[in-house]
C-alpha cells in the first residue's frame, strides 16, 4: 500500500475517533435529580444543593449534610436556618422501605425540598455539562399528610420555564418541555413556602433531563462534510 494511501486512512481515522469523543456526551445516560443524588458530594457531577433568599436570589451552596436526618434514614444537605430541622433542607430516602418523619412520608428513592421560614427557597441545580437540546420531564408533589401550601419553579439562568403551586398532597404540578442550553448553562427546580409558612411544605421533586437525539445528528452531519470535503481534495 503507498505511503499516501496509508496516511489518508489514518487521517480518516483519526477524523472518526475525533468525532466519536465529540458525539460520546450527546449519548450520555439520562440526569436524574432522585437517581443520581449524593448526600456527600456537593456539587454532585451536574447537580447541586443549596437555597436562595426569595426566587430567582443568589444561589447558597449547602455545606452541611447528614447521613441520617433526624436519627432515621433520610439523608441530605441542611440549610441555614439551625435548630431541630435546619431548613431548608433537601432529603433523600435511599432505603427500600417508606420513611415517615411527622405527618410527612418519603417514599423509597424519594427526593424532596423544604423551603425555609425567611423566605428562603429549597433549589436542585442541574448544571449543563455540554451544550445542546434536552427533554426537561419534572413534576413537584406534596409529601405531607396535611397537605402542602408551596409555589413550585423551573429557572433557566433565572428565566422561569415553569412556575405552580402544590396545595394538597399529592396536588402534583408536572412540567414537560423542550430546552436548548449551552455549556455551563443553570436549570434551578425551586420550592418555595407559598403562603409564607413553610411548615407541612415538604414538596417532592422528580426531574429527568435527557439529551435530544438531534445533538448527536448534528456530529454526523459534521462528519459528512468532512468526508466530502476529503473526496473532493483527492479529486
Not at 436524574?32 to 448526600?39: E, I, P, Q, R, Y
Not at 433568599?53 to 449547602?62: E, I, L
Not at 439562568?157 to 448553562?185: C, K, M, R, W, Y
Request: charge should be negative; include cysteine.
Amino acid at each position: 500500500m503507498a505511503t499516501s494511501s496509508k496516511s489518508a486512512l489514518i487521517s480518516i481515522f483519526t477524523t472518526l475517533l475525533s468525532l466519536v469523543v465529540i458525539a460520546r456526551p450527546v449519548v450520555a445516560q439520562s440526569y436524574n435529580a432522585a437517581g443520581n443524588f449524593s448526600s456527600t458530594s456537593n456539587p454532585n457531577g451536574a447537580w447541586s444543593y443549596g437555597w436562595s433568599y426569595g426566587v430567582g436570589g443568589t444561589f447558597h451552596s449547602d455545606v452541611t449534610n447528614s447521613l441520617a436526618y433526624n436519627g432515621g434514614s433520610l439523608s441530605g444537605w441542611l440549610g441555614n436556618e439551625s435548630g431541630s430541622s435546619y431548613i431548608p433542607y433537601i432529603l433523600h430516602n435511599g432505603t427500600a422501605s417508606p420513611v415517615t418523619i411527622a405527618f410527612t412520608t418519603y417514599q423509597p428513592g424519594q427526593l424532596a425540598l423544604q423551603p425555609g421560614d425567611s423566605n428562603e427557597v429549597g433549589i436542585v441545580r442541574w448544571t449543563a455539562p455540554f451544550s445542546g437540546t434536552f427533554t426537561i420531564n419534572a413534576t413537584f408533589s406534596g409529601l405531607s399528610a396535611l397537605g402542602d401550601s408551596a409555589d413550585v419553579h423551573i429557572l433557566h439562568n433565572g428565566t422561569s420555564l415553569f412556575s405552580s403551586t402544590v396545595t394538597g398532597s399529592p396536588d402534583p404540578a408536572p412540567f414537560s418541555g423542550i430546552q436548548s442550553v449551552l455549556a455551563g448553562d443553570i436549570i434551578d427546580f425551586v420550592v418555595g413556602n407559598g403562603n409564607g409558612n413553610p411548615n407541612e411544605d415538604t414538596t417532592a421533586l422528580s426531574a429527568i433531563l435527557v439529551p435530544e437525539p438531534a445533538t448527536l445528528n448534528l456530529a454526523a452531519l459534521g462528519l459528512g462534510c468532512l468526508f466530502a470535503l476529503r473526496f473532493r481534495k483527492k479529486k
